[in-house]
């Protein structure tokens, strides 16, 4: 079945810095990818989609690259600030009665 | 304001006493969901809705009912809770029209003792 990684420890970057988060998957490539980004005791908030033709896609600070044949798809923070620190979640959509395959997350702390 | 809402958002209770989280959703979209969110283990898709009357079970049913009666909502039920049932639920909602971006609600925490 389709597994979902995503780096389990903390990223502490520097304030300005770039953030780069990873998401790895197995077996056969999604026909979307989405990110999102969850604060402690809150849900989760939709920030971008790429679709599987798309290598990448750019909102503001936020860029979301997706390698199909590496099956990774890499979110980078550019200018990093304090308030970036959260979690976030990748999400394959199997593009299949709109259910998602979610990653565990990876908790971003920017150090200002 | 386009939101989910859920209640309670904060819920302590005892072994086998049923109990219902309720979801409400004013963005009249198809699809709902119910997840369930351990530490370290992400997001578990309980249950599942497209669209009024038709639900199907997620990775994680049992233990867990749901219903849609009605376009906007999609109650959890748990007819007899159990301490491993202890964890943060999310309902989430999206549109057929869009690109499955899904709109969560703000969580309910269950603790079953």
Not at chain 1, 23 to 51: E, H, K, M
Not at chain 2, 26 to 54: F, K, T
Request: contains cysteine; glycine residues 6%.
């Amino acid at each position: 079945s389709q597994k979902i990684e995503q780096n389990s420890e903390a990223l502490n970057i520097q304030e300005g810095k770039t953030a780069t988060l990873t998401c790895n998957y197995t077996n056969y490539s999604p026909a979307y990818l989405q990110w999102y980004r969850q604060d402690p005791g809150r849900g989760p908030v939709f920030l971008l989609l790429i679709r599987e033709n798309e290598k990448e896609k750019r909102k503001e600070r936020l860029k979301v690259t997706f390698d199909t044949t590496l099956k990774q798809s890499l979110f980078h923070i550019t200018a990093s600030q304090p308030a970036d620190s959260a979690t976030y979640l990748c999400a394959l959509d199997m593009d299949s009665n709109y259910q998602l395959i979610w990653g565990a997350g990876t908790k971003l702390i920017i150090k200002p | 304001e386009a939101q989910v809402t859920q209640n309670p958002r904060y819920l302590i209770t005892v072994t086998g006493k049923k109990l219902t989280v309720t979801c409400s959703q004013n963005m009249n979209h198809e699809y709902m969901s119910w997840y369930r969110q351990d530490p370290g283990l992400g997001l578990r898709q309980i249950y599942y809705s497209m669209n009024v009357e038709v639900t199907d079970k997620g990775d994680v049913p049992e233990g867990y009912k749901v219903s849609r009666k009605e376009k906007r909502n999609f109650p959890l039920i748990l007819e007899s809770p159990s301490p491993n049932q202890t964890s943060l639920y999310f309902c989430a909602s999206s549109s057929s029209l869009g690109d499955n971006e899904q709109f969560f609600g703000p969580g309910t925490r269950l603790t079953v003792l």
